[in-house]
């Protein structure tokens, strides 16, 4: 019987439900499915935090005391191994801690493993073993240890000591490790290190055999194409010891061999998450934007462990540990609130004990007091005193020197080892070079340029001070005027009379009288200085950019270089003296005297307040 209209219609309706019951289901399907999908998702996303703490420029701080200075300090490694204890004690986050450098030289402490017993396994390895550090990049005062110092620790660290730029001659590859790889659940983190590559220019060549020094960026360049290539790592740090400010001393941030060259390595050389700095002891933390359009944090945690940095790094990789997600974050933490390790300071009291019977040695006796407030104003007894030391053992006809210690004193009566650190602050050697008559007074000329301003009245400041956009002197926390320069490059001279006058133009102030015994000053002439090693290479720009010379030419002036450093040939002397008596033979003057009497007090109140 042939089907009605009404049945048709029965039919397509019932038909027409069944196929929007079919869509339905598969609808439900397909969600339910894409649920699963999801959960499946986030079961097998991964999240892990890493906490990445750096020291950098500990310059011998390893424990809760300044050995120089005779006081208890409320910073040091004794501090940081508190809170790396008390960070890895948290859970949530695995721990990487890092050194950026510079640590053999500044206290004592490190100079006695350096220099005085050299038997013993060195101090550094011992502590750094101690608080389990992951890695550490070579600094510029590391290097200045010498090769029997670095190449040990080399051996003696149970972590790597990093430097991809600093290129071993005999090899042509890197002299230290140039990069390690370290795993924190499941995460692989590659870090690089990098050394300022300023050395040469500071330190003399004995103390860096077989190396070579390259361009931070160019190397960074390089080591960063092979790190994603052969290692694949979820994050990639940069560990440099170079400072932030690429135009610092009136460097050229396109030129090669920058000494602080890290931020533009962040800027310029993509791949990196993380970039910890130090050298320059500033404190800085901040994100950059590289040439791709990527944030980098750039952190610095200063000197003396005086402060961490700790960068926090937030990751998440799926099941087959490919990176969904970064979030990265850091922060300055100060070492001032927390207590010295009682284990760390326990375990190395032994060590401690040599170190205070060693700067607790009597050495001398100074019938008066001396202090580096003098020497920013003329001669000064302090100076005088590094002056006689250095004619004294080398013969030479003209010393020059400058105060390495911004503010120091030696007080009257006994005098000890560590007053020695004061006197003298770096392990500097002493070179004799050959410089012309017309060479040293372009040489004082720039020395004074950095130094002192030039003076159109008697209100005018003497001192060449750091100032505002209204020429009004920029002062620290503390209230203190700022150099414009820095006062280890305040070279004055012994061995000749001169004048310095401040009305003259730069160029122009110095007229140099006659040697000190009165005899003629010849400008032609070829005469015989004593100067510190980092002089002597080019540091400060006296050299190089005062007298003309070119790398090749100053290494050619060297006549000889002392075997040991200054400080022990400052040791002999006071200790072979017995009594010093510090004179100023005032040897050099500033005029217009009318001018620069009131100018003294006035620019020493601004340096130092009132004393």
């Known amino acids: 019987m042939p089907w009605s209209y009404s049945t048709f219609c029965i039919i397509i309706c019932q038909k027409d439900i069944f196929a929007k019951k079919i869509k339905m289901f598969r609808l439900l399907l397909l969600s339910t499915l894409s649920i699963l999908l999801q959960c499946v998702s986030v079961i097998a996303q991964k999240d892990v935090t890493i906490r990445v703490i750096q020291t950098s420029d500990v310059h011998g701080a390893l424990f809760p005391f300044d050995y120089i200075n005779n006081k208890a300090t409320d910073y040091g490694l004794a501090q940081v191994s508190t809170y790396i204890e008390l960070v890895r004690g948290l859970s949530g986050h695995e721990v990487v801690l890092l050194d950026n450098g510079d640590i053999l030289q500044g206290q004592p402490t490190v100079y006695y493993s350096n220099f005085v017993d050299t038997a013993s396994q060195h101090i550094v390895s011992r502590v750094m073993n101690f608080m389990s550090y992951d890695a550490a990049t070579v600094g510029n005062h590391d290097i200045e240890a010498g090769p029997m110092i670095y190449n040990e620790l080399v051996h003696d660290f149970t972590f790597p000591w990093l430097s991809a730029n600093i290129i071993d001659t005999r090899t042509q590859k890197p002299y230290f490790k140039p990069y390690t790889i370290i795993n924190k659940n499941g995460i692989k983190i590659a870090v690089l290190g990098l050394t300022t590559p300023g050395i040469p220019k500071w330190l003399s060549p004995s103390l860096w055999p077989n190396m070579q020094f390259t361009d931070m960026v160019e190397t960074a360049k390089q080591w960063i194409d092979s790190i994603k290539t052969h290692e694949n790592p979820h994050l990639i740090i940069g560990l440099f010891h170079s400072g932030h400010d690429a135009n610092y001393g009136g460097a050229n941030p396109s030129a090669l061999l920058n000494e602080n060259a890290s931020q533009l390595v962040a800027e310029q050389v993509p791949g990196f998450d993380v970039i910890l700095i130090g050298h320059d002891h500033d404190r800085t933390i901040k994100k950059v934007v590289n040439i791709l359009g990527d944030t980098i944090l750039i952190a610095d945690p200063g000197s003396r462990a005086q402060f961490v940095s700790d960068v926090t790094i937030d990751i998440s990789v799926n099941a087959d540990y490919k990176v969904i997600s970064k979030n990265i974050n850091g922060k300055l933490i100060p070492m001032s609130n927390l207590i010295p390790s009682p284990n760390y300071v326990s375990l190395f009291s032994d060590f401690t004990s040599e170190v205070e019977a060693f700067v607790d040695r009597k050495i001398g006796t100074f019938t008066q007091s001396i202090t580096t407030r003098d020497a920013y104003f003329g001669p000064s007894p302090f100076v005088n005193l590094i002056h006689a030391v250095q004619l004294g053992i080398s013969k030479c006809d003209i010393s020059f ?69 209204n020429s009004i002197p920029i002062v620290n926390r503390k209230g203190n005027a700022l150099l414009k320069s820095n006062f280890y490059n305040f070279d004055s001279a012994a061995g000749i009379k001169y004048e310095v006058n401040l009305s003259r133009p730069i160029g122009e102030r110095v007229s140099i009288e006659s040697m000190e015994d009165c005899t003629p000053f010849d400008l032609d002439k070829m005469y015989k200085v004593a100067i510190n090693s980092y002089r002597g290479n080019g540091g400060g720009g006296h050299l190089s950019v005062g007298v003309g010379l070119s790398p090749e030419e100053i290494q050619s002036r060297i006549v000889s270089i002392s075997p040991k450093d200054m400080r022990y040939y400052l040791m002999n002397w006071i200790e072979n003296s017995g009594k010093i008596t510090p004179s100023n033979p005032n040897n050099w003057h500033i005029n217009p005297e009318e001018w620069t009497k009131n100018a003294v007090v006035r620019d020493r109140e601004l340096l130092f307040g009132k004393e």
Do not use: H
Request: aromatic share 18%; glycine share 2%.
């Open 401 to 469: 020197a400058a105060p390495l210690f911004f503010d120091a004193s030696i007080e009257q009566g006994d005098v000890f080892v560590r007053d020695m650190f004061k006197l003298y602050s770096y392990e500097n050697l002493l070179y004799i070079m050959e410089l012309k008559g017309s060479e040293i007074k372009d040489y004082l000329e720039y020395s004074y340029a950095l130094w002192m301003n030039t003076m159109e009245s008697a209100n005018d400041n003497m001192i060449l001070f750091r100032k505002d956009e």
